[in-house]
């Protein structure tokens, strides 16, 4: 079979339109274009070497980190796979993925060409080679708002017990675990005090955030809580993980979906109450658009979750349930970045 490899980040392709689509949409092309321009100024001694600005350095080092270290994680809970849509993008490299969901596999096989594991309470994590990142969206009814609030009690929320098993034995660098904001405040706060204290426990320095879409260019009032672990690697500025100035931007629907929709904002994109009546509390497909009542398509739920080159397959029910449940690509691209930012990658990882 004829493989394509990417020369910057040396991530490999069997597809030939994937590897083109990488090539155009990520920031290897960028890392290209710009390494290149930098050269071509170079030769025309029209770029004094005293003078590079900061942007070209960071852009130079960090091709240079992806050559000599390929980064790789897995995706618990994967789901449609929002971590596996940005990081594959950086040129990370995804050595395993598991989800019990059949159309969430059938989904990450048909866009990522990878076939992924299932029950992770059936996985051994002594099969699983090295890797430096574990990213885990683990269940967040049991502590949503929408859900009963049984925290640990409810057989979901045992699964962090699941994600715990792994750090344990494959002692990744870099957690990065995903639910939503009410895990915060859940059972007064002993449910988040207990997954920092279980990382704390293990030897990592634990940080976290509550992100919203609508901050990032991404018109939905969805939040997602980030709890990021370290250890043993070398993360500089780590204070400072979480400052993210640089990639606010704000947009609105009109601007972002191409309508006039009267509202700025969407509603958060959830997995029941669909086609509730227009101004029920439970409503958030329908909004007015030229005075007129407009349901969200699943083509407008793919691109406020920021998926704007998928390949949503299966049942429309199914559809909106994988929908409603991922996370909003543009957080894992920014983590993505913040780690490549702020990681010391010649410090054996």
């Known amino acids: 079979m ?45 770029l004094d070497k005293n003078n590079l600005n900061k942007e070209n350095i960071i852009i130079n ?12 994680y897995i995706d618990l809970f994967c789901g449609i796979g929002s971590f596996h849509y940005s990081f594959n993008k950086l040129g990370f490299e995804c050595v395993m993925a598991s989800d019990i969901y059949k ?6 096989k048909k866009n990522y060409n990878m076939d992924i594991l299932g029950d992770i309470c059936s ?5 699983i080679g090295n890797y430096d990142i574990l990213c885990a969206g683990f269940p967040c009814q049991p502590f949503s708002q929408a859900g009963h609030h049984k925290g640990f009690k409810d057989s979901r929320g045992s699964m ?17 675990l995903e639910n939503v904001q009410a895990l915060l405040n859940h059972d007064k706060g002993k449910s988040f005090i ?17 992100l919203k879409c609508s901050d990032y260019g991404i018109p939905q009032m969805r939040k997602r809580l980030f709890i990021i672990g370290f250890k043993d690697i070398k993360v500089e500025n780590i204070d400072k993980f979480f400052d993210l100035d640089d990639y606010k931007k704000t947009s609105t629907l009109k601007e972002y979906l191409g309508q006039n929709f009267k509202k700025d904002t969407a509603y958060t994109l959830r997995c029941g109450g669909k086609n509730s009546a227009i101004n029920d509390r ?9 005075d007129k009542e407009y349901r969200i398509t699943i083509e407008d739920g793919l691109k406020l979750q920021g998926f704007n080159d998928y ?4 049942k429309k029910t199914e559809k909106w349930k994988l929908l409603g449940n991922t996370i909003p690509t543009i957080f894992t691209e920014i983590i993505g970045k913040q780690i490549i930012k702020h990681i010391s990658f010649d410090s054996n990882m």
Do not use: R
């Open 2 to 46: 004829v493989k394509y490899n990417c020369k910057i980040c040396e991530t490999e392709f069997s597809n030939k339109s994937y590897y083109n689509l990488h090539k155009e949409q990520t920031q290897c092309k960028n890392n290209i274009d710009k390494t290149e321009q930098i050269i071509n100024e170079k030769e025309n001694n029209k």
């Open 61 to 72: 080092s960090n091709i240079d980190k992806h050559l000599q270290k390929k980064i790789k």
């Open 103 to 108: 159309p969430a596999k059938d989904n990450y």
């Open 123 to 127: 996985i051994d994590p002594s099969k």
């Open 160 to 176: 962090f017990s699941q994600v715990m098993k792994f750090v344990k034995y494959n002692i990744p660098k870099i957690i990065i």
């Open 194 to 210: 207990k997954i920092k204290t279980e990382l704390e426990k293990e030897n990592y320095k634990v940080i976290f955030k509550v």
């Open 282 to 290: 439970h409503n958030w497909d329908g909004y007015w658009v030229d």
């Open 311 to 314: 390949n949503l397959i299966g």
